[in-house]
Antibody, heavy 118, light 107 residues
Framework: EVQLVESGGGLVQPGGSLRLSCAASGFTFTDHYMDWVRQAPGKGLEWVGRARNKANSYTTEYAASVKGRFTISRDDSKNSLSLQMNNLKTEDTAVYYC?????????WGKGTTVTVSS | DIQMTQSPSSLSASVGDRVTITCRASQGVSNDLAWFQQKPGKAPKSLIYAASSLRSGVPSKFSGSGSGTDFTLTISSLQPEDFATYYCQQYNTYPITFGQGTRLEIK
């Protein structure tokens, strides 16, 4: 079964850091680009960023709202995707989903909740 | 950035109805357009990619069309499980962007 499982969410103060992880299983992780998408409470979906695969040099793309603060990385040996979030702001409060790109996003995890509050 | 505008933002319909949701891009995205369904408290589910290609396992009552800047999602014969929020997404140009969502409610 193709599966993505996020972890690492929690409560953090403004200016703090948090690292999210996404464990992938049931498919050839190295074949796919992987994305992070977030959803603030009661709001729509917002794309956060993408990590391309080894064949595309592991390059990354980011939304302007997180560029310079968030870093996406992947560990193909562990079938894992990460999102390092630094200098967190209250507006980063959201459910964070990892998703597989396969002609657009086709498989999504259940999400992990990040709350940025003092 | 490419702005994706969905209309309507909300829609009331009855079981058995056929509904159409429109998504307009602020500039051309070829056919790099996807549709997702999301139910409260759940992750989005992929319905359609490449504007009109149905994901495996998605019922054929869902259909998509369009190219360039104008796209539609049509759902025929609405059933109770279809009442949800629907999002379009362009993946032609970075940053990838979503529409604001269309909430489909039971009349």
């Amino acid at each position: 079964e193709v599966q993505l499982v996020e972890s690492g969410g929690g409560l953090v103060q403004p200016g703090g850091s948090l690292r999210l992880s996404c464990a992938a299983s049931g498919f050839t992780f190295t074949d796919h680009y992987m994305d992070w998408v977030r959803q603030a409470p009661g709001k729509g979906l917002e794309w956060v960023g993408r990590a391309r695969n080894k064949a595309n040099s592991y390059t990354t793309e980011y939304a302007a709202s997180v560029k310079g603060r968030f870093t996406i990385s992947r560990d193909d040996s562990k079938n894992s995707l990460s999102l390092q979030m630094n200098n967190l702001k209250t507006e980063d409060t959201a459910v964070y989903y990892c998703a597989r790109a396969n002609y657009a996003l086709d498989v999504w995890g259940k999400g992990t909740t990040v709350t940025v509050s003092s | 950035d490419i702005q994706m505008t969905q209309s309507p933002s909300s829609l009331s319909a009855s079981v058995g109805d056929r509904v159409t949701i429109t998504c307009r891009a602020s500039q051309g995205v070829s056919n790099d357009l996807a549709w997702f369904q999301q139910k409260p408290g759940k992750a989005p589910k992929s319905l359609i990619y490449a504007a009109s290609s149905l994901r495996s396992g998605v019922p054929s009552k869902f259909s998509g069309s369009g190219s360039g800047t104008d796209f539609t999602l049509t759902i025929s014969s609405l059933q109770p499980e279809d009442f949800a929020t629907y999002y379009c997404q362009q993946y032609n140009t970075y940053p990838i962007t979503f529409g604001q969502g269309t909430r489909l409610e039971i009349k």
